[in-house]
């Protein structure tokens, strides 16, 4: 699933304001334009040139929302993350 979203700055910063506190999320925004920007604002604390493992992903996003699982799939299925067939290694796509 590829998902693309014309989004202004006053948007993304009214979301990112009303879903975020103190860098933590809130709560996971159900609708999907929310969700896209709320994901780029936390794919953006990810370096492009690394490659993680799972358990430093899940450590990434701990930092954000206790339900990591979620925001990890969610990062896959919105293509901000690849992830090897093994799962043992994850991408920032570019």
Not at 27 to 47: A, C, G, M, Q, V
Not at 50 to 61: A, D, H, R
Request: proline fraction near 1%.
């Amino acid at each position: 699933m590829t998902i693309k979203f014309d989004i202004t700055d006053n948007e993304r910063e009214k979301v990112i304001k009303s879903y975020l506190s103190e860098g933590k999320l809130n709560t996971f925004p159900s609708k999907e334009k929310r969700k896209y920007i709320i994901l780029e604002y936390i794919i953006d604390s990810f370096n492009s040139e690394k490659v993680y493992t799972e358990k430093e992903v899940n450590e990434l996003l701990k930092d954000f929302y206790f339900d990591f699982a979620t925001i990890r799939r969610y990062l896959i299925d919105y293509k901000f993350l690849d992830r090897s067939k093994d799962g043992m290694e994850y991408r920032v796509k570019k």
